[in-house]
Each structure stands twice: as C-alpha cells, then as structure tokens.
C-alpha cells in the first residue's frame, strides 16, 4: 500500500458534530440517535461522550434513554490514538450487527490526554484522518462530537479535516503525510548505540536499568523487537529514564503504508509485518518519517 493512495470509498459514514452548549449537544445527538433506532438490522446506537453530556442527554431523552447505550468516554478512550482503533475494532467485532452496522457517537477526551499537548493533539488528528481507512469497508455510522468548552479551534479546525462531511475534507494519505513532515527532536546525546542487531534481552537489560519496571522493560523490549522485524536494521539507538524511554531505529526500507501498525490483525497471532500493531498499542508514540533510502523508526514507551 503506497502513501499515495487514495481513500476508497466504503460504506463507513464518517461526520462530524461542534458544540459549545448542552442544548446544541443534544440538537446534534437527537436526530443521530434518532437514525440508528430506525436503521434495520442494527443494534441500539451508543453515546460516548464526558459524563455530563450523557447525563444530559439521558435527561432529555427521558424514559427514552433505555433505548439507547451509554460510556463514559474515559472508559473508552484509555490510552493512545492507537489503543482507540483496536477499542473500536474489538466493540465493532463483538456488538454491532452484520457488517459492522451500528450508530456511535463519540467524544474524545479532549480535556485529558487527547489534548494535553500539541503533540498529543496530532496523534489524534491522525486517529480521526486513518479512521476513514481502516474502517472503510464497515457500514458503521460515526458523529465524531467536539465541545468548544473543552476542544480548542485548533484542534477543531484540524479535525474538520479528517471528516468527509466538511467542506474542507483532506485524503486521510495527505494529511498523514502532512503530519508526518514535522522532523522528529534529536536523539539524546546520550543514547546508547546497540551493537550486532536488536536483541530483545539487550533492550530488556536496558530498560531495567533505566529503572522501568520487569514488566514495563518487558513490553518495551518486545515492541522494540517487533518493529525491528520490519528491517533490515542498520542503526539502533535507546535513551530516556523511566517512566519515558525511547528506541530508535533506522531502517533500509521504506515504510510507505499510512496505515502500518493500525490496522487490527486478523489472526490470533501476529503475522509477518504486523508487529508494528503490537507497538503501537504498547507504546505512547510510534513515529515513522521514511527518507529517500529507508526509514526511521521511533518508538516512546509512556
């Protein structure tokens, strides 16, 4: 899959919601609601969003709420952008109906890590942007709610663009692109340089004696090793204390596919390539900037 390929289009419906009020929340949630009540074949549609806002709109809907499922979106949203594409896929999997046939509407947590910092904010953008791939062959139907009170107009701004329902949609391939053009910090002075290839006991050990804890050091050094299966590795670097440690590693091949480590496996197990999913899903950050020859990977661990 090449970065210049663009979007398919799927039945997965994609939209996206502002607000700045309760009473705009609930004008937003009622007629979505209302859709996937109607909808045949599918389950009751489900609400994630902040407590207040649900507990808003259960007031509202009255004796109708039963109708409908309700998550605090603190329990859904509980770690990086990557942990929320396998939150969704697992739920897909297991609740809705054939095809993926269900109504979600679904508030980041905006006030907590999803908008903590800037580069907090882009994994996210990217989150939204990447959705439009990896669940493009769903017919699952998502209003994407952004509250102006805890949401600020950058990250609105930016979110339009990862929504096909805007005017100012942008191929989710181009704006990955675009995010993935901002140059990643320098290594530390200090990393230390791993000889003679990755060894999964060699980062462990290191990690370890940067004070990550057994099963921490454990879950760093596997991910390190996963993603150094996409090689051939020609330099590898480690640096940070705990809780923040970071692997780097330079590749001789590309890594040309957005969507690399995003998409959920389809086996039990992982299969050759996808080892970038089990980073992804461990790790805080997992950066890839590929360059003329090869690539650089870099994973943080918390």
């Not at 969003?49 to 109708?64: H, K």
């Not at 499922?69 to 990557?82: M, Q, V």
């Not at 998409?263 to 890839?288: H, I, M």
Request: hydrophobic content about 45%; overall charge negative.
């Amino acid at each position: 899959m090449s970065r210049t390929r663009p979007a398919a289009p799927g039945p997965f419906d994609h939209r996206m919601a502002v607000f700045g009020s309760d009473d705009d929340f609930v004008a937003a949630a009622r007629p979505f609601l209302a859709e996937g009540l109607c909808a045949p074949g599918e389950p009751p549609p489900v609400v994630i969003a902040a407590p207040d806002n649900l507990e808003v709109l259960r007031d509202t809907l009255g004796g109708d709420a039963r109708e409908v499922g309700f998550i605090e979106h603190t329990d859904w949203y509980t770690g990086s952008a990557a942990n929320a594409v396998a939150q969704s896929a697992g739920y897909l999997a297991s609740h809705a109906g054939p095809g993926g046939r269900v109504h979600l509407l679904m508030e980041p947590v905006w006030g907590g890590r999803a908008g903590r910092s800037v580069r907090e904010s882009a994994e996210w953008i990217r989150y939204e942007a990447l959705t439009n791939l990896v669940f493009a062959p769903m017919a699952t139907t998502v209003l994407c709610a952004y509250d102006t009170r805890t949401a600020g107009s950058a990250v609105i701004a930016a979110a339009r663009r990862a929504h096909p329902d805007t005017e100012v949609y942008v191929d989710p391939v181009r704006l990955a692109a675009e995010l993935d053009a901002v140059p990643l910090p320098p290594p530390s002075p200090d990393a230390r340089r791993l000889r003679g290839g990755v060894a999964k006991g060699a980062v462990r050990a290191w990690a370890s004696g940067r004070g990550l804890p057994h099963v921490d050091a454990e879950l760093f050094a596997e991910a390190v090793t996963e993603a150094a299966a996409l090689g051939p590795v020609t330099g590898a670097l480690l640096w940070g204390e705990a809780p923040v440690c970071v692997a780097e590693l330079s590749l001789a091949r590309r890594v040309d596919d957005p969507l690399a480590g995003f998409v959920p496996p389809s086996a039990t197990g992982l299969e050759p390539g996808q080892g970038l999913w089990f980073a992804r899903q461990v790790c805080a950050y997992v950066d890839v900037r590929d360059d003329g020859t090869g690539a650089t990977v870099r994973l943080q661990y918390a």
